[in-house]
Antibody, heavy 121, light 108 residues
Framework: QVQLVQSGSELKKPGASVKVSCKAS????????MTWVRQAPGQGLEWMGW????????TFAQGFTGRFVFSLDTSVSTAYLQISSLKAEDTAVYYC??????????????WGQGTLVTVSS | SSELTQDPAVSVALGQTVRITCQGD??????ATWYQQKPGQAPVLVIY???NRPSGIPDRFSGSNSGNTASLTITGAQAEDEADYYC???????????FGGGTKLTVL
């Protein structure tokens, strides 16, 4: 079955960087794009963007350019989210999810368990 | 504010029918997708496309679209349906994705 397993919680100081991993199994990794979604404490879901797992080409939502990097290691079916120059407002749970396309619309059919990133001095 | 608008909270009596709505200009051209999220858990896809349920999603969940409004209907709500529900669709440009603010469903 399809599984996305994310790396564990992180506690970082402001200004540091963090790299979250998302390991996929149960399907051919390069067939579907991978998306990232942020959820701040007590808040809703926020789409960050996605990465084409075939070409490595990323697309970012507004507000997620500059400090955010999506990358891949296709040899181990893993997608990564790296955030640099961390700020307190980056404190959130970050989810990866597999992207499918149907009826002219994308949907996210399998999700990782989420990774809590806490930014605090 | 989000390009997709949802009511923050909705309640329904056990066994009754509830409709959760999502409004936005892009919904005139594209379907909404619906996700269920329970506390401390990752979101789960419940409706995609015109009105499609992934395997394992009960048939009491259905989706529909009319004009700029998409709806998620739960026919015969159960206690386990109490959760946050999020819609998403394309943004105004049609090239990117946007989520609604979410609706907290309480089953009384």
């Amino acid at each position: 079955q399809v599984q996305l397993v994310q790396s564990g919680s992180e506690l970082k100081k402001p200004g540091a960087s963090v790299k979250v991993s998302c390991k996929a199994s149960g399907y051919t990794f390069t067939t579907y794009a991978m998306t990232w979604v942020r959820q701040a404490p007590g808040q809703g879901l926020e789409w960050m963007g996605w990465i084409n797992t075939n070409t490595g080409n990323p697309t970012f939502a507004q507000g997620f350019t500059g400090r955010f990097v999506f990358s891949l290691d296709t040899s181990v079916s893993t997608a990564y989210l790296q955030i640099s120059s961390l700020k307190a407002e980056d404190t959130a749970v970050y989810y990866c999810a597999r992207v499918r396309f149907y009826d002219s619309m994308w949907h996210f059919d399998s999700w990782g368990q989420g990774t809590l990133v806490t930014v605090s001095s | 504010s989000s390009e997709l608008t949802q009511d923050p909270a909705v309640s329904v009596a056990l066994g009754q029918t509830v409709r959760i709505t999502c409004q936005g200009d892009s919904l005139r051209n594209y379907y909404a997708t619906w996700y269920q999220q329970k506390p401390g858990q990752a979101p789960v896809l419940v409706i995609y496309g015109k009105n499609n349920r992934p395997s394992g999603i009960p048939d009491r969940f259905s989706g529909s679209n009319s004009g700029n409004t998409a709806s998620l209907t739960i026919t015969g709500a159960q206690a386990e349906d109490e959760a946050d529900y999020y819609c998403n669709s394309r943004d105004r440009s049609g090239d990117l994705v946007v989520f609604g603010g979410g609706t907290k469903l309480t089953v009384l």
